[in-house]
């Protein structure tokens, strides 16, 4: 069920509107998790709940390991170092919608739905469309996204865009590339998961990842070309129809908010682990105040107005949950006679 917190002033029962409280709560808790039920952010991102005003997010480093020490050896000291960090401070975020006396008393059904049904469309389409466009401008290399008037932090922990061709190390190592210029294909889905799979940490410890999920925007032709590689059992592009290892692996999130922020003529695609990204916090969505709900009396107006109050926020921290192809400014994934 959506966490929404309802309060009302005693008055309110006491008017013209007392009859439509209820109804109005259930017309917004209905909806809510009608979205919450079709939302691809809560896939994308980490959703968190904090009771402060911000929250860190940070790695460690891992162990060494064991060492063969022998009969009555002594314990090696094995330590882990942190690794860099990321700081996401809450938002402030707000909306009302009222409900005149003459609606009421005329008995207009449709219109004392239409308003409730429109500001919890708002509030989930704000939260969705918050977390695309962050996306949106890593994809196109961008340390920042603009929303709604304000520039929301689009770079990972180590200061750079979550996408770039070259991701520090904190402790030791190379640095590390997870945005590539090939469109997508059987043969760059393969190497970009084999990319992934060598991800390593920021002491060059192997870090684990496993791709498991395919990210796009509604696009005809990248949607054509996913489910043409992994929907088959066999080879889509070998003449001897040899078999396709890419299939059956791969959960395929078509998010259409990412359309309207990504730069027109590009077909950027996104590999995840997603469950990487929930241990480690990839990509981050934080709730410190749930949608709070106030119902009041307006002694100007007399209408029933509806006022909602809610923080939260939304960045990255670890970039080796992710990796884009597609994207202009990014490397070669190297597929020989591509």
């Not at 309207?260 to 241990?279: C, F, K």
């Amino acid at each position: 069920m959506a966490n929404i917190t309802f309060s009302e002033n005693s008055n309110v029962n006491d008017s013209i509107y007392g009859k439509s409280q209820a109804p109005i709560r259930m017309l917004i808790e209905d909806r809510a998790e009608s979205f919450e039920e079709k939302s691809v952010l809560n896939e994308v991102f980490l959703m968190d709940e904090s009771k402060h005003w911000a929250e860190k997010y940070t790695s460690l480093t891992a162990m060494d390991g064991f060492d063969p020490v022998g009969e009555n050896g002594a314990y090696p000291n094995d330590g882990m170092e942190e690794g860099f960090s990321k700081t996401l401070e809450h938002i402030t975020w707000k909306n009302s919608f009222a409900i005149s006396r003459e609606i009421m008393e005329d008995g207009k059904a449709l219109d004392l739905k239409k308003k409730p049904l429109g500001f919890v469309k708002a509030y989930y389409r704000t939260r969705e469309n918050l977390g695309a466009s962050l996306l949106a401008a890593a994809l196109g290399g961008d340390s920042y996204a603009e929303f709604r008037g304000k520039r929301f932090d689009a770079t990972a922990a180590d200061g750079l865009s979550l996408f770039h061709e070259a991701h520090k190390a904190k402790v030791k190592g190379a640095t590390q590339c997870n945005a590539f210029s090939d469109a997508f294909s059987a043969d760059a889905l393969a190497y970009l998961e084999a990319r992934m799979q060598n991800f390593r940490g920021d002491n060059m410890d192997l870090v684990n990842v496993v791709p498991n999920t395919i990210i796009i925007p509604n696009d005809a032709a990248l949607k054509k070309a996913v489910f043409a590689a992994i929907g088959a059992d066999r080879d889509p592009v070998s003449a001897n129809n040899g078999y396709n290892y890419v299939f059956g692996r791969w959960n395929v999130l078509i998010w259409n908010y990412l359309n309207q922020y990504l730069a027109a003529g590009t077909s950027p695609w996104i590999l995840a682990d997603l469950d990487y990204n929930e241990e480690y916090g990839g990509a981050v969505f934080t709730d410190r105040t749930p949608l709070d709900v106030r119902s009041t009396i307006d002694e100007n107006t007399d209408a029933n107005v509806w006022r909602g109050y809610a923080r939260f926020t939304a960045g990255f921290n670890d970039w080796r949950a992710f990796a884009a192809g597609g994207v202009p400014y990014g490397q070669s994934l190297g597929i020989p006679n591509s």
